[in-house]
């Protein structure tokens, strides 16, 4: 077969044609938009919840606990230990961590229980669990923006992928630290944290301010390829910014709200990098089409919350103490197995 090229034609170079086109988007607009910048979801869930209505933050906060909440930290495990090439390629790694962090979390138990100062057994296993948990959220959001980074924005220089990071965590972290303020602060034991306040109040604009100059950056340099990534950014920062707002002007009933959208806006997006993650995914459990497609996370999600509000109503004690240990076992997994890779540089 011969090919004639006519005269004023040029034909793409090969490096030209074998350049694949830039990604916007995880999986679509729509999806992105809607699972991964929630731009619907927290929004909504805080507005319902600010009504006041007993009928609609019920319902709202118990499928925010069990369906999401709950599956998106159970959801990890079933990525390391039913994954071939996770724990079956380290398993001494895996089931050390998890067997040291079980018996350290009952240890703790233990030892709260026979304090005569803790109020409950669990006291300070929830007391790290909120740590961890802030420092869990930070991370989380600064990966999944890095994550969009990678494919949308490859001229980020590693200078400007660290000062993102760093300005995204501090501002999820100082947020539940102002949030964890804010409640102590009602606490009659605690009344002497008031004279803190007006401190935390100047601190706040200087650690917004790091977040809001990403936003400046990702605007200032704006590409089409960019737009799922934007999108991610500001819904994060406006969530946050949002309950340092709420906290400032002592609006409870709004930082209660902003708190469930933080949870609902975590545990959504989670889910829904897990299920783009996976999609191409063939070996242990991913090898079945089911447990790729989003139809599989739906029947995840509402086996494993039945089964826990179950638990729940026969000891709440039991699923306390359980919740609590898995989310453990999901908080140091979930740094295990998300890790990035270094960049390579070429001479």
């Not at 703790?108 to 929830?126: E, G």
């Not at 600064?142 to 969009?148: K, V």
């Not at 990035?340 to 540089?345: D, E, F, H």
Request: glycine share 6%; charged share 10%; proline share 5%.
């Amino acid at each position: 077969m011969s090919i004639s090229i006519q005269p004023g034609v040029s034909l793409p170079s090969v490096a030209e044609a074998s350049v694949p086109p830039v990604k916007s988007w995880l999986v679509s607009p729509l999806f992105d938009l809607l699972f991964v910048a929630n731009v619907l979801w927290w929004p909504l869930a805080v507005v319902l919840s600010m009504q006041g209505i007993p009928s609609v933050i019920g319902p709202l906060t118990l499928f925010q606990i069990y369906f999401l909440s709950t599956p998106h930290r159970w959801i990890t495990l079933v990525m390391v230990f039913f994954d071939s090439e996770r724990f079956w390629k380290e398993p001494a790694r895996f089931g050390s961590i998890g067997l040291s962090l079980i018996a350290g979390a009952l240890a703790l138990v233990w030892i709260a229980s026979l304090s005569p100062q803790a109020t409950n057994s669990l006291m300070l296993l929830m007391m790290i669990d909120y740590a961890w948990n802030a420092w869990h959220f930070a991370a989380q959001h600064a990966g999944i923006a890095r994550i969009y980074g990678r494919f949308t924005r490859p001229d980020m220089t590693e200078c400007h992928v660290v000062f993102e990071r760093t300005a995204l965590r501090l501002l999820v972290l100082w947020a539940f630290f102002r949030q964890a303020i804010s409640v102590s602060n009602q606490n009659e034991v605690f009344q002497n944290i008031q004279g803190m306040l007006p401190g935390l109040n100047w601190l706040d604009p200087l650690l917004v301010a790091p977040a809001l100059i990403v936003i400046a950056r990702e605007c200032r340099d704006f590409q089409l390829s960019s737009r799922g990534r934007l999108a991610y950014l500001v819904s994060v920062v406006s969530l946050y910014v949002g309950q340092l707002l709420a906290i400032r002007m002592d609006d409870q009933a709004l930082v209660q709200s902003l708190f469930l959208g933080t949870a609902i806006f975590h545990s959504t997006e989670y889910l829904a990098v897990v299920n783009w993650s996976v999609q191409k995914r063939t070996t242990g459990i991913w090898k079945y089409q089911l447990s790729r497609t989003g139809l599989g996370l739906v029947v995840f999600m509402v086996v494993l919350g039945v089964t826990n509000l179950a638990i729940n109503t026969a000891s709440a004690y039991a699923w306390a103490l359980m919740t609590l240990l898995v989310s453990f076992l999901h908080y140091a997994y979930d740094g295990m197995i998300w890790k990035s890779k270094p960049r390579t540089t070429t001479a």
